[in-house]
């Protein structure tokens, strides 16, 4: 190899997503650290039962061998939400791919990471026939999912209510439809 060409690094290559796995849990940790502080901070224990649960689709995408970003998603109902260090719970007949949360190194932000995961997650969300995608919008984050196709939802069942509480003040259940779904 040429001098010149070891004095400049090879560019990483773009990172991919993968299905989320137990191994990744220490890295998604420090992410979600970096990214939330502790007031939505969720345990490893926790990660580790929506890991187990048969709906769960999560992503991570790693960079250099260090996990940068992830996605913890699973089928669910319209209209039904995950609470605050709750399990992902299976649904007899899913209809839309329910964001848990997404979070994306701060170190790296700006670099696409997030459209990544989302573009995956939708399209297998896509191919096993989901009709919706939805969220809890969470710290002032609304916009950012409003320009994701994004809208809020009432949620009519008092229970959903009760867990979108779970989140504090300001907290939004917002749906969008999946194209070609």
Known sequence: MPAHARSHPLPSAPPRARPLAAADLPGLLQVQRACYGEGFEESHAVFLRRLASP??????????????????????????????????????????????????????A??????????????TARSEGLRHSALVSVQGSQGYWARHGYAPAPLQDAAQRTRLATYGEGAVYMVRALPGA
């Open 110 to 123: 700006g670099q696409g990471l997030a459209q990544v995961l989302l573009a995956a997650a939708w399209a």
């Open 55 to 108: 709906a769960q689709c999560s992503l991570a995408l790693e960079r250099d061998g260090h996990l940068c970003a992830y996605l913890a998603a699973y089928r669910s109902l319209r209209g039904k939400v995950t609470p605050l260090h709750g399990d992902f719970e299976a649904a007899q007949a899913p209809d839309t791919l329910y964001l848990h949360d997404m979070a994306v190194s701060p170190a790296l």
